[in-house]
């Protein structure tokens, strides 16, 4: 015992108390560990007998009437009628089995200038019911597929269709913008003010700066937009704008402001732009970028 005290003193550092208190609790622990697993094995639960009261439970449920509900669905099925669901109101979509928000939903699509070509359309209706559309299909007055339209073929077709019309993107107001497709309200309003930051787009390459804009809206821009080729964009005069008035434009920071400003005070006014690749901050590539928007009066 004196060894295993002297091999607990020197191992964890222990005092001799400490080594003899250590001694007692580590069997106590041990006890503590396992005691509840000897302790369910040996009062092991027995199982009960519940024969009686089952034999009880099951001479009630004998003596109790069941009434035999009729299937929902055939119930559905029997009260279809034909309808159209561009003309129907919220009432008989009700009375065809549909739902109530079902139904009032289909009405207010109707509301905002929604229409049902053919009668899969439905199913494009959040939350449709796939099993009543599945039993109303039959009764649906629309046609399954869309008619194809016909192929003119004379001469005059290549009048009567719409020409395709563009618009200038630095005089487009958000209202030209949204119609097309891809630019709701909030990205229309975001390419305005990023237009009017910069001063003007003068290449299309720019909408890719425009936050939110994916390649397929800045390819239907391209197409269906123009940049005047006679378009002068706001300019910036370097020599008489403060730090604060450059640094509110796109392409440049607080950082580059103040060494612009600070290499006109040391310096003396910019004699020309390529005076700028004096500006440690600017590469040619940044200053490419932003002298279509730079003066020097």
Do not use: C
Request: net charge positive; hydrophobic share 40%.
């Amino acid at each position: 015992m004196n060894r295993v005290k002297a091999w607990i003193r020197a191992t964890l550092g222990f005092s001799r108390g400490e080594s003899n208190a250590f001694i007692i609790l580590l069997p106590l622990m041990v006890l503590t560990v396992f005691s509840m697993s000897f302790y369910r094995y040996w009062s092991a639960p027995v199982a009960r007998d519940y024969s009686n009261h089952r034999h009880y439970l099951d001479s009630l449920i004998a003596t109790w009437e069941w009434e035999k509900k009729e299937d929902s669905v055939i119930e559905r099925s029997n009260s279809f009628f034909h309808f159209n669901p561009n003309t129907a109101s919220q009432e008989q979509l009700q009375s065809l089995g549909l739902n109530k928000y079902l139904a009032l939903r289909i009405v207010k699509y109707r509301s905002k200038g929604g229409k049902f070509e053919i009668r899969t359309d439905l199913m494009n209706v959040y939350g449709m019911d796939t099993l009543w559309f599945k039993n109303a299909l039959p009764y649906i007055d629309l046609p399954e597929v869309k008619p194809e339209k016909p192929v003119e073929t004379n001469r005059s077709s290549k009048f009567s269709k719409k020409e395709k019309v563009t618009f200038d993107l630095n005089a487009a107001d958000t209202s030209q913008l949204m119609k097309l497709y891809g630019i709701g309200p909030k990205l229309a309003l975001r390419i305005v003010k990023y237009r009017n930051k910069l001063g003007g787009f003068v290449n299309m390459s720019q909408l890719k700066e425009v936050y939110g804009l994916d390649s397929a809206v800045i390819s239907r821009l391209a197409e269906m937009t123009f940049i005047d080729r006679n378009f002068t964009p706001v300019k910036l005069n370097i020599n008489q704008l403060t730090e604060k008035e450059l640094a509110v434009h796109p392409y440049l920071n607080w950082k580059i402001a103040r060494a612009i400003t600070a290499y006109r005070f040391q310096h003396g006014a910019f004699q020309s732009l390529d005076d700028l690749s004096q500006v440690k901050l600017l590469d040619e590539q940044e200053l490419e970028h932003i002298r279509p928007y730079l003066t020097l009066d």
